[in-house]
Every structure is written in C-alpha cells, then in structure tokens.
C-alpha cells in the first residue's frame, strides 16, 4: 500500500472485486472489477485533533467515519484517491466536517443507489423524483457534501453514481489525477 497523507475533500474510490461491484460497474457504464463501485470522501471530525483525518462512507449499515487506512487496508480490491486540485479553505473544510459530522448513523438508500445506475436512467428519475437526502447512498453522499461547501454544485445529488460522479470531477478539474494506493 502506498503512504499518502490524507487531506479534506480527498475523494477514495473502491473497486471491488466481488459480484456486488461487477453489478455496480455493469450498471453505471463502468470495467467489472476495475471501475468504481463505492466512493467516500476524507475529512476532520470535530471529537479528533485537527491533524486526524477521517473516511466519511455511505455503507449498508448507515453513514460511518472511519480511519482511511484501516478501512483501505481491510479492502479487498483496489483503491485510489483523487486529490482536490486545490486545498480546502479552512471555513470550507469546518462545514465539510460539521456537515458530515451531522448525518453519521443516517441510513443508507439502496433504493437511491439502484434509481442511480445509467446516465439515461438516473436523469429520467431526476426529472421525476427530486433529491432525498433522508437517507444517502456513496456517491449521493460525495455530490451532495462537494456541493453543499461550493467545490461542486449540483442540482440533484440523487442521480450520481460513482463512476458518473468521478468522471465528472476530472472532467470538472475538481479533482486530479487518480493516485492508486492499492
């Protein structure tokens, strides 16, 4: 695994390799066991010392904040981070963190993350279905919070799945290149 020094707003992209992620990538236009099937985005939580960063993920058993190299070195598939191509400003990383920091134990929306699979798909239910955020699913989770603190606003955080929302970042120049850490 390679050292990197974590930074808020840093996006961690998963790419499984199990049926799951294949099924992932399948729908949403991206390489079974290579494209992104889950993100995450790294921040500072207000209980921890400034320095400490935290991964903030939209997983199956609700929003969690854990240690980004524990969670990288448990997984099992690759790994990147897409740096921000710019730091977060200080207010900028205080409402990321305070933000997240208020919707932990949220539960996760696996409806959403089904209705978020296809360009076509996720944008005929965006004209239909407005954004939910009473529950997140991982790249509803990321759009929404990027876009909340201005780095990038979005009308419907709903519609974005992980590969779209990554490609988008770059595409943006939200995010550099991807650094693979594992």
């Known amino acids: ?43 500072e939580s207000w209980f921890a010392p400034k320095d400490r960063k935290f991964l903030y993920e939209a997983l199956p058993d609700g929003i969690k904040a854990n240690c980004p190299d524990g969670t990288i070195h448990r997984y099992s598939g690759r790994v990147w981070v897409y740096p921000l191509y710019r730091k977060l400003y200080e207010d900028e990383s205080d409402r990321l ?12 929306d696996k409806l959403g993350a089904g209705r978020s699979a296809g360009f076509l798909f996720a944008s005929i ?33 709903s519609k974005w799945n992980p590969n779209r929302l990554v490609r988008d970042l770059r595409k943006d120049r939200v995010v550099c290149k991807p650094i693979r850490l594992k």
């Not at 390489?31 to 995450?40: D, L, M, Q, Y």
């Not at 963190?97 to 949220?106: D, E, P, V």
């Open 1 to 43: 695994m390679i050292e990197y020094q974590f930074k808020s707003g840093d996006i961690i992209a998963f790419s499984g390799r199990n049926f799951l992620s294949d099924i992932i990538n399948i729908g949403t236009y991206g390489i079974p066991r290579w494209s992104i099937s889950h993100v995450g985005i790294v921040a």
């Open 97 to 108: 963190s305070t933000s997240l920091a208020n919707i932990i134990s949220i539960p996760y």
């Open 125 to 157: 239910q965006a004209l239909f279905r407005g954004q939910d955020l009473s529950t997140f699913f991982c790249s509803e989770l990321i759009a929404n919070k990027l876009s909340e603190i201005g780095i990038h606003p979005v009308t419907n955080a």
